[in-house]
């Protein structure tokens, strides 16, 4: 029995020198280990800024020694000890890190998308929108119940963060052409520009708070303005209408309502492109931080119902002549 025992040995040990050499006696030298020990590091210092130690006291404890003694035997030349001794600290932090991951940034996750579901119910122009994919893809990373390397678990927590300080930053107003535009205009009226005034100055604070708060990043605020009519029909040769087809003249439908609602969709295109135009350049100053963009979209939805506007819809509808405003700020790399 010692003679096959014996002989068993042999054959494995030969398998392990034809599959490349003494992968089972691997030793590590200095550099291998030093950089193993900052990745251990690295992963400690994580945890602790993260305050996780106290909730993971064990895990924590197992970390922290096997990186003390990963450091000692680097000192003593120890490399390849030094280097499992890493590996170990590693696998704890890690197994603390994936933790948190699971029970807590993907349950902040779900309740995110719900929230941005609610947020965003019933309106399709709400850039909110974009944000639920970001957050899906946490959730779905979680539920496959595999270990989450450390890069993704940082990018992923520090996307629910911007994403929940942009649902408490973003702004949805909504500005009623009659007051911010003269009758039959388009440009913007001083009382337009004062009521845009009141809100920038709310986002001029939230603006300052993302580049406190993200110094290292892009800091993007988007301004998306969507235009509305009513379906009031258009007086002939006046300057408005000259405003509204020029340029279009082969594209405008000849009779009635297609053309009403091709010019009301103008001129709801126009209205917002102003506002956005307005807000962009009041919140970018000339010589500003290369660090803040403003992205502004106009759209022009003409005499399309506005979201959750009850009927019934009169021709002369002001609760229609309205343009709505997004305004949120996040972060780019």
Do not use: W
């Amino acid at each position: 029995m010692k003679k096959q025992g014996k002989r068993g040995l042999v054959v494995v040990l030969a398998v392990v020198f034809a599959m490349g050499g003494c992968a089972l006696f691997h030793r590590y030298n200095r550099t291998e280990a030093q950089d193993h020990l900052l990745t251990a590091r690295r992963h400690l210092d994580i945890v602790t800024h993260m305050e996780l130690a106290d909730a993971y006291e064990v895990d924590f404890g197992i970390a922290q020694s096997a990186f003390d003694q990963a450091k000692a035997h680097l000192a003593d030349r120890r490399s390849t000890a030094a280097y499992k001794a890493a590996q170990k600290s590693i696998d704890a932090a890690q197994r603390i890190l994936n933790d948190f991951y699971l029970n807590h940034i993907a349950l902040l996750a779900k309740g995110l998308k719900e929230e941005l579901r609610r947020e965003t119910s019933g309106d399709p122009d709400n850039p909110l929108k974009a944000q639920i994919p970001k957050v899906e893809r946490v959730i779905q990373t979680a539920q496959t119940g595999e270990a989450v390397s450390l890069n993704t678990i940082l990018e992923d927590l520090e996307t629910i963060m911007q994403i929940t300080y942009s649902i408490r930053t973003t702004m949805n107003r909504i500005l009623e052409s009659d007051v911010s535009f003269d009758k039959g205009q388009y440009r913007l009226s001083e009382k337009g520009m004062a009521a845009i005034d009141g809100i920038l100055e709310t986002v001029a604070k939230d603006k300052s708070d993302y580049l406190d708060r993200f110094p290292t990043k892009t800091i993007t605020t988007q301004v998306k303005v969507v235009g509305y009519t009513d379906s009031l029909n258009f007086g002939k040769g006046t300057p408005l209408m000259a405003a509204l087809t020029e340029d279009v003249e082969e594209r405008i439908p000849r009779n009635d309502p297609e053309r009403r609602q091709f010019l009301n969709r103008r001129l709801s295109e126009f209205r917002a492109r102003n506002i956005a135009g307005y807000i962009a350049s009041a919140l970018k100053k000339e010589g500003e931080t290369e660090r803040f963009q403003v992205q502004t979209e106009s759209v022009g939805r003409g005499e399309a119902i506005p979201p959750d506007l009850p009927p019934p819809y009169p021709v002369m509808d002001a609760r229609r002549r309205i343009c709505r405003i997004y305004i949120y700020t996040t972060t780019t790399d």
